[in-house]
């Protein structure tokens, strides 16, 4: 029984670790900035996309027609010769197989000056505007950003391979002295928790024990006293929209392989990070943390077959079912202020 | 006078805010009728008081009682059809509509209670509440500004309608809070003038000012509050003399 | 002036009956004026007329109204396969059922407000959408979508009735609803649905909700229980998607989830915007607006592109094709989105407040003193 459980709770931690990335960005933004960001979820979008790119790039190909050599059909066979193992060899073959992980490279500057053109662009002159319509601008964006990705990308999912290393399972059962093969583990579903736990400390970490960071926190608490003190606050909420932008598409890229990326993947995952925001308490960034884990978990335990039997469709509506029990038993979510957003 | 009707009974109201209090074993009697001002320096708690007898705070202990009616626990909706009404110190108003229908509106609130499902009917139909309204501002003297915007409205003017709205209900009881506060002198004048006129009429009202001129213009009687206490109570003569109020203002704020 | 409806109200209305009763005419040489396509500009206008009475008027944003939507297709489905075809007890089934389903909702979400609201409304829909898919197939018909069968009982017109040959269509007082009939039918239901809409806007009722937008703290100090103002509301406009829905279904009877799904309850948000929250007249021009770009872009092809740039240089003239193309078909939605933002940035008031702007420019004498009645809708933000 043991077993049963402590797989369900690992199931649950890949996704829950991404939706406690999407739902820090989006804490982050609304905490720093007072906008509520409905293309938030287009940021993680965009980043998987980054990934599909980025291994569109690594595998070009030249293709020259051999006429010595004959297809089955009579025409001339085609040679593909890939031009990253063409120009650099074994070490090509190693960035096609990492690709995903290689991409991170390319994901971070791309996502950093996407967020801070939007910021600077868009958002900004919303700031003294009402939630309803900073809702509402976002939520164009994350259309125009879907649809943009649909037109270059087409609308199928795009499934990303993993490096072939890391295709194995873990079998975390025996690293616990356990019995062998009961409980394993997709490793790059360990990778992406992994992942997912250093990037949201180096984001603590940053708010934490940098001048920057704490800055930034002391205008999350008081955005006026800081700004009476002759700190130019906005520019540094410019940069952490982009570096929310930058987490949301880390996150995006490392999902691939768990996830083919489509273009409305945003969408569904803003919807469920926006509840996670809720359920963890508006504004509090733990609390999205706490949440998103939280949630992840639930949603796995409730895909048991043991749980659907006593509760038919509880794994279709367990996450809203919390987001609005804790609504309305406790609205500021758990580690909520009071008074957010409420009027 | 006989025996004096005592309208409002805040009774050994205590508010703690964490480790502040803010309020302490307060004590006050409003009779019917009066205008009763309370004053004191920044910080003092007045605001915190008036919230209480609002019902937009609950007391940590103690209550208050209007008429014979407990409003410790009450919603603001509940505690304003009991007969009050309250001037904000900033004016909250209806922004998006005409002073004319910020004026309708309480006076709708006042006929038809705290919900009627008065869908079917035409507002223009609704002349009598229209010619109150319209009444009501020409006694404030805004009978010019009828289908302006509210939110375009000058500070004053905002302050002068908010105060229509209140009385427009015929309330048994007007908080103000500050109510001339960041108006111009002339407003000021204007406003005292205004509030002397419906002080003929018999309404008791509660006042929260800092401007002593506003106060002994209107006042009947006044209480001091310090630190979360009242320190002096009675007429403007003899809160005047007290040596515990001067050391309060004079030793309180800077 | 009349106490049953001032003059301009009444001319307003008599000028929305004629342009709805004429759209088949006026819209022709647009090449809008087939019945499908006017059946869904009147119902998608009267979905976003009862967002209105949500949105526009108490400034609650709601994300979850396709789940009302939806709930009025199937119900007026199932009376179709137990009951009857006719339209009306339909109709009935679709709005009744959709106002219990959005007194539950509404009881629940109008608990928060703000943004919680929204979420709580986005939650609603979401789980309503994934039971409809999952285990509520015995209702919904999951993916494949309820549609009509020959083994349906159709208790009340096997009664009444021999059965014909083949699937019944849908019919209104035993005639059929089809072709300009079934326009007619939705048309004037259109205009009920407007008429009423203007009677709630314009009764103390609405002043109330539009005094929840403007200051719910003032309504609760002037002694106003605001809650059930905003549940009434919420269940109106509920009903107004319940009917919508059930139209759809009638014009459309197979009804799929995807009707219930949160991009479905973006778009009467977005019609909503477009035209101008809080206005009348402006959900419905956002609904035709919309549906109609909808009908022309997708339709749009390479072919007909080409044909249009084609007085351009060969080169140029392709990589305007190219271009283009992203916008129209399957890229509708590209365009759609970039109007939106553009709209919300530099019109938040919508097509409406557009048509005020220019009107000014034509009268500049009148513009001091802003009167009331060209304000602007503007929730106020946060405390």
Not at chain 1, 115 to 122: P, T
Not at chain 1, 218 to 235: C, K, P, Q, S, Y
Not at chain 3, 352 to 363: K, L, N, S, W, Y
């Amino acid at each position: 029984m043991f077993d049963v459980i402590f797989l369900q709770f690992l199931n649950g931690l890949d996704k829950g670790a991404a939706y406690a990335l999407i739902a820090l960005g989006l804490t982050l933004v609304f905490g720093t900035l007072g906008v509520v960001n409905f293309a938030h979820g287009a940021l993680f979008m965009l980043g998987a996309f980054c990934a599909v790119a980025m291994r569109m790039l690594l595998t070009l190909e030249t293709v020259t027609l051999d006429p010595e050599k004959l297809s089955p059909w009579g025409t001339p066979l085609e040679v593909r010769e890939p031009l990253m193992q063409a120009w650099l060899g074994d070490f090509g073959a190693v960035l096609v197989n990492y690709s995903v992980p290689v991409s991170l490279l390319l994901t971070i500057p791309i996502m950093l000056l996407v967020g801070i053109a939007l910021e600077r662009g868009i958002i900004k002159h919303f700031y003294k505007r009402p939630h309803a319509e900073q809702i509402l601008v976002t939520f164009g964006l994350a259309i125009v950003a879907q649809e943009v990705i649909k037109s270059i990308f087409g609308p199928n999912p795009l499934p990303q391979p993993m490096p072939v290393e890391l295709r194995g399972a873990a079998d975390i059962g025996a690293w616990l002295g356990m019995q062998a093969n009961v409980i394993t583990y997709p490793l790059w579903r360990l990778i992406y928790f992994l992942f997912s736990a250093i990037l949201i400390g180096g984001v603590f970490a940053f708010l934490q024990f940098t001048t920057f960071g704490m800055v930034v926190r002391a205008g999350m608490a008081d955005r006026e006293t800081v700004g009476l003190l002759g700190i130019n606050i906005d520019r540094r909420f410019t940069i952490m929209f982009g570096l929310a932008a930058v987490v949301a598409g880390m996150a995006g890229v490392m999902y691939t392989p768990i996830l083919p990326p489509n273009y409305h993947m945003g969408m569904d995952f803003l919807v469920l990070s926006f509840v996670v925001v809720v359920v963890g308490g508006m504004g509090s960034l733990p609390g999205a943390v706490a949440a998103g884990f939280l949630l992840g978990i639930l949603q796995s335990f409730a895909s048991m077959n043991e749980i659907k039997a006593i509760i038919p469709g509880i794994d279709q509506i367990i996450i809203y079912l919390v987001a609005v029990l804790i609504l309305l038993v406790r609205p500021r979510g758990l580690m909520g202020r009071r008074g957010v957003m409420e009027a | 006078m006989a025996q004096p009707n005592i309208v409002l009974h805040v009774a050994d109201v205590h508010k703690r805010f964490g480790g502040l209090h803010a309020l302490a074993d307060i004590d006050l009697q409003v009779e019917e009728g009066t205008t009763h001002a309370i004053i004191g320096p920044n910080g003092a708690g007045k605001s915190t008081l008036l919230n209480v007898i609002i019902g937009k705070l609950a007391p940590t202990s103690g209550q208050v009682v209007f008429d014979g009616a407990v409003l410790t626990g009450r919603k603001p909706y509940q505690i304003n059809q009991l007969g009050i009404a309250r001037v904000f110190q900033t004016p909250e108003i209806f922004g998006d509509l005409s002073v004319l229908h910020n004026v309708m509106i309480p006076a709708l609130a006042k006929r038809d209670g705290a919900f009627r499902l008065n869908m079917l009917k035409n507002l223009n139909a609704e002349t009598t509440i229209r010619d109150e309204a319209l009444h009501m501002l020409e006694d404030v003297g805004m009978s010019g500004h009828v289908d302006m915007l509210a939110s375009s409205l000058s500070r004053g003017d905002k302050r002068r309608m908010e105060l229509a709205m209140c009385l427009i209900q015929h309330p048994r009881l007007l908080l103000l809070d500050e109510p001339t506060a960041g108006m111009s002198r002339h407003d000021t004048n204007t406003t005292i003038e205004l509030l002397q006129k419906i002080k003929q009429r018999g309404m008791t009202k509660v006042i929260i000012e800092h401007d002593m001129h506003v106060v002994f213009s209107l006042a009947d009687k006044i209480s001091v509050l310090a630190q979360g206490r009242i320190i002096a109570d009675g007429s403007p003569d003899d809160v005047r003399g007290n040596p515990a109020v001067q050391e309060a203002y004079l030793g309180g704020t800077h | 002036m009349s106490t049953f409806m001032s003059r301009n109200d009444l001319l307003l209305l008599i000028g929305f009956t004629i342009a709805v009763l004429t759209m088949p005419l006026w819209l022709a040489p647009f090449g809008a004026g087939y019945p499908d396509l006017l059946n869904r500009f009147a119902i998608f206008a009267i979905f976003a007329i009862g967002f209105n009475i949500l949105f526009g008027l108490t400034g609650y944003l709601s994300f979850g109204h396709a789940a009302f939507f939806g709930v009025g297709s199937y119900a007026a489905v199932w009376s179709f396969k137990l009951l009857s075809m006719d339209a009306l007890p339909a109709l009935l089934f679709a709005v009744v059922i959709s106002a219990l389903f959005a007194l539950l909702i509404g009881f629940l979400s109008l608990r928060r407000s703000g943004i919680y609201f929204s979420i709580l409304t986005l939650a609603f829909a979401q789980m309503s959408y994934n039971l409809a898919y999952s285990v509520l197939t015995p209702i919904t018909n999951g993916e494949t979508g309820l549609q009509l069968t020959l083994r349906d009982p159709r208790v009340l017109d096997n009664a009444l009735f021999e059965a014909g040959p083949g699937l019944p269509s849908p019919t209104l007082l035993g005639m059929p609803l089809q072709g300009f009939e079934a326009f007619y039918f939705c048309a004037a239901l259109l205009i009920v649905a407007f008429f009423l809409a203007q009677r709630i806007s314009g009764s103390p009722f609405g002043m109330m909700l539009k005094g929840i937008k403007s200051n719910q703290t003032r309504m609760h100090y002037t002694g106003f229980n605001t809650r059930p103002y905003t549940l009434a509301a919420f269940v109106i406009s509920g009903m107004y998607a319940g009917l919508a829905g059930g139209m759809l279904a009638i014009v459309d009877p197979l009804v799929g989830a995807e009707r219930m799904q949160w991009t479905a309850s973006g778009e009467v948000v977005l019609m909503t915007i477009l035209g101008g929250a809080g206005t009348l007249l402006g959900p419905v021009i956002g609904a035709w607006l919309i549906k109609y770009f909808e009908n022309i872009f997708s339709a749009i092809n390479d072919v007909i592109l080409a044909r249009f740039w084609s007085f351009l240089p060969d080169g140029v003239s392709d990589a305007m094709v190219q271009i283009t193309s992203k916008f129209v078909g399957d890229g509708w939605f590209l365009t759609l989105g970039l109007v939106f933002v553009l709209i919300v940035i530099f019109l938040p008031g919508g097509v409406m407040e557009g048509v005020r702007r220019i009107a000014d420019q034509f009268r500049p004498s009148r513009r001091s003193g802003r009167p009331a009645n060209q304000a602007r809708p503007h929730p106020r933000p946060a405390e």
